[in-house]
């Protein structure tokens, strides 16, 4: 009798051991915000949009995803830092739903920025930029080289890339710190080289944080969005958007906004600032605009929302009426991704495609939305 009542109070134990791991593991999904392990999206979306069209998940279960890039014949692909790859989201029947998730790199480096020019695939991870071929109709992938080598990021390790139509290569490279000066003198600058990669060099400096970069289709100017300092505020420094140009200063770490000495630093002299290039656009402390691109006479912006801020700002997609180097005031297109204290999604890249349909990528849901009806 009392070897039957151990092991059924041996059972009872085990079973409640095994509620309780399982109690366990789920609260370690919950802390850890595993991006493979999110739920799926609701079908209810919390989007508010400047015109009242439909908008759709494209693809979804994607992980921390970030950069989007076409390849020819509409294919998207889509940079997944976190789990190392590249993925390939083909839309044969054209329905505006991804027909699956193919891997077509993987065991990449912090990969991030992707570009696809001449049917090459150029990809940027942490410490180097390689290209690649595409096999569209396998949706495969093959190295062709390694272009250069990159050093390594510390506290920014996301590295941009675009190239003009002349066929230069642009390549961001963010700080390692908030605000310091950097001991490699690549760091918090864009990088040059041609498209095959010979004689990497700066291009312009005082960059703490240019995420993503976007070539004008129409100037072949270089713009990016670029992050300001942190721990001065709520509503200071402002955040950016630059036209990148040869040569020129933007000012970090001495410097922020429009050419204002950080006193906080308190490094060189405020004369400094005044030789250093102003920003096209200032934008609300912490919005953390990331994703950009051109689209019928307007710059479209993904502002991924603060992270140290008394009342949080961002998590929305705006956009700016283009006037030659300048810009309208900004637009609300696409909100309620923030609802009250509540975060719903944080949008990283946005691009169009060939039917002129909004695509976000969302690394929070792990999402991908597309949006038609964006009227100019």
Known sequence: MKVALFFFLLLVVGFFTIIALRNVNISNKTIT???????AVSKSLPFKMLDPEKIAIYAQSLGSVRDLEFAADNLLLASIPSSGTV????DKNNDNKADE?????????????IVFYKNKLFVAEETKVSRYTVDKQNLTAQKEKDLFSLP???RHNTRSLDINNKGDLFVTIGS????????HP???TVII???????????????????????????????ATEMGRDFLGDEKPSDEINIIKEGKNYGWPVCYGNRIYDTSF????????????PPVMEIAAHSAPLGLTFHGGYLYAAYHGSWNRTEPIGYKVVRFKLNGDKLGKEEDVVTGLLQGSRVLGRPVDVIFNKNNRLLISDDRSGAIYTIAGINN
């Open 266 to 277: 308190n490094q060189k002299s405020p004369d400094y600032c005044k030789n250093t290039e």
């Open 87 to 90: 993925v390939a989201l083909p």
């Open 152 to 154: 390594d990021g510390g």
């Open 176 to 183: 390692t710190c908030d605000v310091c000066f950097e001991k």
């Open 186 to 188: 690549w760091i918090g």
């Open 101 to 113: 998730i193919k891997v077509i790199i993987n065991n990449l480096n912090k990969p991030h920025g």
């Open 33 to 39: 915000d595993n991006p493979l392990q999110r739920p």
């Open 193 to 223: 080289s041609d498209y095959n990669g010979r004689k990497p060099e700066i291009f312009a400096s005082g960059l703490r944080n240019a995420v993503f970069i976007a070539v004008n289709p129409q100037t072949d100017q270089l713009w």
